[in-house]
Nanobody, 115 residues
Framework: QVQIVESGGGLVQPGGSLRLSCAASRTIFSIYDMGWYRQAPGKQRELVAVVTSGGSTNYADSVKGRFTLSRDGAKNTVYLQMNSLKPEDTAVYYC?????????WGQGTQVTVSS
């Protein structure tokens, strides 16, 4: 059973935009934090942005002012709007969902920023 469904990755030119979506299964209860991480080739996975159940958001310094994370609690879904994309944003982006007692990861979606 698929717990996390990600969508929205792809190829975009520098300066362009993409929107990632992450939907958590209704079978996951008591979700508190939802967010996105990314991993570039040869690098460790890093936080991009996270939103708490109370609506507080935290962003990596490298994406502040360019990325916006929003959450639809009724749909168990988060959206990552990525603007002014740079080549260094190229990575596999993973959705992470924290619930009571367990953490869930999506399968990852590739984002490539290149001319």
């Amino acid at each position: 059973q698929v717990q996390i469904v990600e969508s929205g990755g792809g190829l975009v030119q520098p300066g362009g935009s993409l929107r990632l979506s992450c939907a958590a299964s209704r079978t996951i209860f008591s979700i508190y934090d939802m967010g996105w991480y990314r991993q570039a080739p040869g690098k460790q996975r890093e936080l991009v942005a996270v939103v708490t159940s109370g609506g507080s958001t935290n962003y990596a310094d490298s994406v502040k002012g360019r990325f916006t994370l929003s959450r639809d609690g009724a749909k168990n879904t988060v959206y990552l709007q990525m603007n002014s994309l740079k080549p260094e944003d190229t990575a596999v982006y993973y959705c992470k969902v924290d619930s009571v007692g367990r953490t869930y990861w999506g399968q990852g979606t590739q984002v490539t920023v290149s001319s």
